[in-house]
């Protein structure tokens, strides 16, 4: 069990103008464990047929994947997240299917030298005879690129914009933000808007300016999934760890050792994307087959 603290605000009564702007978000909540294929994890292995080919990355340039050498042919891309439908009900599953898969190049990749995702629906019955084993990543594949094992533990979470804020909204409530903040040391960006961490919809945590993809159809996708190398950062502690977890962050702020309890905390599946950067994906739910896109963010 993850419970992310109660909001010391009531944002709503507090910023009447964000209020119709609340959107629930799903905390997937990851910790290092042995989650099985037939698991929702970060990392973990997948439901895979076993008569399908484990997909392959080539680059399409070679600088893609080395930087400063011709590199090879290809690569088997890595796990990094599956989701099964009982577990995360959000997730807009095109329809007769109920598994969701992430899967992504672990070197670097333009436009924005990450990372290159590939997504996968599934319905469990089609399957049939599952894959044993995962194909091991590339020996030269950047390890903070590939996720640790970690199993999930969804909760539940109601958000507000920060970067995306409506323009016209900014100036309804930015003296009660500076009031908040000043009389009660509650920031309504860093503290009650955007949820930090890997999660399902809900608002991407932009460090740079918003970037949504539109789909080839004309609409605007919406925010599937992001991937974010932290649970948290400094300045999170005030709200976004979770009560549990919050005794074995005695003494996080003087740590110096990754052999501190708060490392695993913070950061369970080992994932460092640029500069604690994030991945976000995206889906068309007005295409019944979903299309997507991906967007690299980081400070």
């Known amino acids: 069990m993850h419970t992310t603290p109660s909001s010391p605000i009531d944002v709503p009564q507090i910023f009447p103008a964000v209020a119709p702007l609340a959107r629930t978000t799903v905390r997937l909540h990851p910790r290092p464990g042995a989650p099985t294929a037939e698991q929702s994890s970060v990392g973990g292995p997948l439901l895979w047929p076993a008569d399908e080919a484990w997909p392959m990355c080539d680059g399409p340039e070679p600088?893609?994947?080395?930087?400063?050498?011709?590199?090879?042919?290809?690569?088997?891309?890595?796990?990094?997240?599956?989701?099964?439908?009982?577990?995360?009900?959000?997730?807009?599953?095109?329809?007769g299917t109920d598994v969701l898969q992430v899967l992504w190049c672990p070197f670097e990749h333009e436009p924005?030298?990450?990372p290159r995702p590939e997504l996968?629906?599934?319905r469990r019955e089609d399957i049939g005879a599952r894959?044993?084993?995962?194909?091991?990543?590339?020996?030269?594949?950047?390890p903070s690129h590939v996720p640790r094992p970690c199993v999930l533990d969804p909760e539940r979470v109601t958000e507000y914009p920060s970067w995306d804020l409506p323009r016209a909204v900014w100036p309804q409530i930015e003296d009660t933000m500076k009031r908040v903040a000043r009389e009660t040391g509650w920031?309504?960006?860093?503290?009650?808007?955007?949820?930090?961490?890997i999660k399902v919809g809900g608002y991407p945590g932009w460090t740079q300016s918003p970037d949504w993809p539109v789909c080839e159809c004309g609409s605007s996708m919406d925010h599937l999934l992001t991937v974010a190398s932290w649970e948290f950062s400094r300045g999170d502690e005030k709200r976004w760890i979770p009560?549990?977890?919050?005794?074995?962050?005695a003494g996080w702020e003087t740590a110096t050792t990754d052999d501190h309890p708060w490392w695993t905390i913070q950061n369970p599946s080992g994932l460092m994307l640029g500069d604690v950067g994030g991945i976000y994906l995206f889906v068309c739910t007005t295409c019944p087959n979903r299309p997507f896109d991906y967007r690299f963010d980081c400070s």
Request: charged share 25%.
């Open 187 to 197: 920031e309504y960006e860093g503290d009650l808007a955007v949820a930090s961490g």
């Open 131 to 142: 894959l044993q084993e995962v194909p091991a990543p590339d020996v030269e594949s950047d």
């Open 120 to 122: 996968r629906w599934r």
């Open 112 to 114: 924005w030298t990450s």
């Open 63 to 95: 600088g893609d994947h080395y930087l400063d050498s011709p590199g090879e042919p290809a690569a088997p891309l890595v796990p990094v997240v599956q989701l099964l439908a009982e577990d995360v009900p959000e997730v807009p599953f095109p329809a």
């Open 243 to 249: 009560v549990e977890d919050r005794p074995a962050m």
